[in-house]
């Protein structure tokens, strides 16, 4: 597969004692208050600005139970940053996530809740529970001081594009005045803050690519949050409802029970085959009139699908497609995507449901619901703040010789030239260079001691890995037990190929054993696909959930409530 609360600290409150708490925050306000006024003399905090302005009084409980430990601040909370917050030693680490999302999605399930096959419930993990001891704030990363070793934080606890995803910048569209005015707005408000910690964890994930398709952020559906697997059942269900209906014309129910997947990847692919089953093996019962009409088209612009796999399986799974009447159609390019349907009357109520798409030298297509998947785009919190070092923080950066006059030059994040994303070290250290134009030697690096980038949003220098969820969390995990014991100078991460797996339709899948060229297709390559997501499932709740909700949808059919 293809990357913020009103109470955050109540988890981490209960780790000490009622009698402890409030001398250590008593004495937690005495620091602060004597920062503040040393600031106030200094000229630092602007006369009349309360510390709870600056944010700092807000981490105040949280600054209580750290206990002489280590603050590990993890920036998301998606494969590796909830990976790596379950494994590490919170008795020698304090743990706290900052994500918009108060949970964590298995994304593999995702496309088997879209149409019903599992519930919601199944695909997510809460990060407020029993078993995770990490603190949580439900907020926005939005900025990151090296120097003082603080994250700018705005808080998301009502924000409506958390659990969906996201394919464009929250501050998109607003000019610098706006986003400064709004910045003060915010702090003192209390929406705005900074957490202070000792080793920070990027983990941010990344966005959707939409490739500025005119119409795709506005209609397509995406699927890479359980928010979006909800509208995409509810659109499913108004299409058949809506073509259900006497007065809905045979043109418009060919068009609006006609479902696009645009892109080839295996997340496009388990969608088709989850999409297939449902229509054949439940629709085709509820509602034995419209089949007829239904039809699932794959789009992909390479000359293939499936790339990532070997062609003797890519070819399997076109064949098996080939038989279930899925329409595959390579090297086809997306121009527009718009409401309405091709050759409907406008006026028509039933004809509103749908949408156009437009392809490169075809006529367009009426279709009632268009799937887009056509891989990942940077997160625009890298550019944002993790761009250009603003403060060169002395204390925090390695060097492989020495540079006594580094801190008189401008420097930079390393940053990959293709995809955008964060270069680190096979230590998972983020790597800076200076300025090229500044500094008279083309090819010095350095790495920042206590930052580090794991996830989608990084890559490790001279090394392609896939953007996967095996290769996050093998990162977390590894980086994890590194911190843990304390010997992070004496080893280098590898990556471990477990091989790949794709659900096909019919409880058949593909799957490819580490190595190209290795793999098996077809019932036993499902039941590995079953096992493997079984297993990798995190909580036992879930682990349990899961096959009962097998069994139940086996026995008695997929749930198709729309609410």
Known sequence: MPLLGPAPFSVARYLVSRTTVPKLALLTARASRTRHDGRRRMGTLPEGESPAAT????????????????????LGSGWAGYSLSRT?????????????????????????????????????????????????IQGWADDVDLYSKTVRVEEAVADPRQGTALVAARYEGKDAATLDAELVAKHASGQMFNLRYDKLVIAVGCYNQTFDVPGVRQHAHFLKDVGDARKIRRRLLESFETAALPTTPDAVRR??????????????VEFSA????????????????????????????SPSVLSAFDARLARYALDLFARGGIDVKTSRTIQSLRAGL????????????????????????????CIWSTGLMMNPFIQKALSTIRRFPPKEVIFKSAMPHAGEIPWHILRDPKTGSIVTNDRLRVLIVPDEAEHAEPGVKAHLRDVFAIGDCSVIEGVQYPATAQVASQKALWLAKRLNRGDLHTTRFRFRNLGILAYLGGSKAIYEIGNKGQGIAGRAAWLVWRGAYLAKSISWRNRVLIPIYWFLNWAFGRDISRF
């Open 255 to 268: 068009q609006i029970l006609h479902f696009a997947v645009v892109g080839g990847g295996p997340t496009g």
């Open 342 to 369: 091709p050759g409907v009357d406008p006026g028509l109520k039933s004809g509103r449901l749908g949408y156009t798409l437009s392809i490169a030298g075809e006529p367009d297509v009426g279709v009632g619901m």
């Open 274 to 301: 989850e999409l297939h089953d449902l229509i054949y093996q439940d629709m085709a019962r509820i509602y034995p009139e419209l089949v007829q009409f239904a039809k699932i088209s794959l789009f992909d612009v």
């Open 55 to 74: 944010g700092e009084l807000s981490t105040r409980e949280l600054d209580a139970t750290l206990n002489r430990r280590e603050r590990v601040v993890i």
């Open 88 to 136: 590490l030693d919170h008795r020698k680490y304090q743990v706290v996530i900052v994500s918009p999302r108060s949970y964590f999605v298995f994304t593999p399930l995702l496309a088997s809740t879209a149409v019903g096959t599992l519930e919601f419930r199944t695909a997510v993990e809460s990060i407020r529970s029993r078993r995770n001891r990490a603190a949580f």
